[in-house]
């Protein structure tokens, strides 16, 4: 169950976003409408509607979500460029990295999940435990303009 997801530097988004799906406590008349968040008092909306002018942004939310998945399923492939579309309204934001991060819920624990990519590579990626109020690594991937790779495992 998706609880967060956040885009950072790409195509239309240029400072970090995030479409939450923790539910507001303005309608606490109705918690079937909600799914329970473990470990958290808070609950999450299992559905979610985006709406807005043409051009606000809702195609690159689905777009990024589907790069995300991509490269989480598909993975990259050496010397060949990331497709990744930085945003291109200023000439700073080609050079520097997209950063998308998630927050899901899957066999009853919290994660968070996030990527550092730039045109030729993974700059960095990591996944984490979320447990009463803390983030515990689980491993996290670091690439070095040299392509040097460091991946350290947590304790997880």
Request: include cysteine; charge should be negative.
């Amino acid at each position: 169950m998706l609880l967060s997801f956040s885009i950072e530097n790409f195509r239309s988004f240029r400072e970090e976003q995030t479409l939450s799906m923790v539910a507001s406590n303005r309608q606490p008349d109705h918690p079937e409408h909600t799914a329970a968040i473990p470990d958290e008092e808070n609950r999450a909306l299992p559905v979610a509607v985006i709406y807005g002018a043409n051009g606000a942004g809702k195609s690159n939310l689905v777009r990024a979500l589907s790069f995300l998945q991509a490269l989480v399923l598909r993975g990259t492939e050496p010397k060949k460029p990331i497709a990744r579309r930085a945003f291109a309204l200023d000439k700073e934001s080609a050079g520097k990295p997209t950063e998308l991060k998630i927050q899901y819920v899957e066999d009853g624990h919290v994660y968070a999940f996030g990527c550092r990519v730039s045109d030729k590579l993974v700059d960095a990626e990591w996944l984490s435990l979320l447990r009463d109020g803390k983030e515990i690594s689980v491993y996290e991937r670091t690439t070095s303009s040299d392509g040097e790779v460091k991946i350290e495992a947590g304790p997880c």
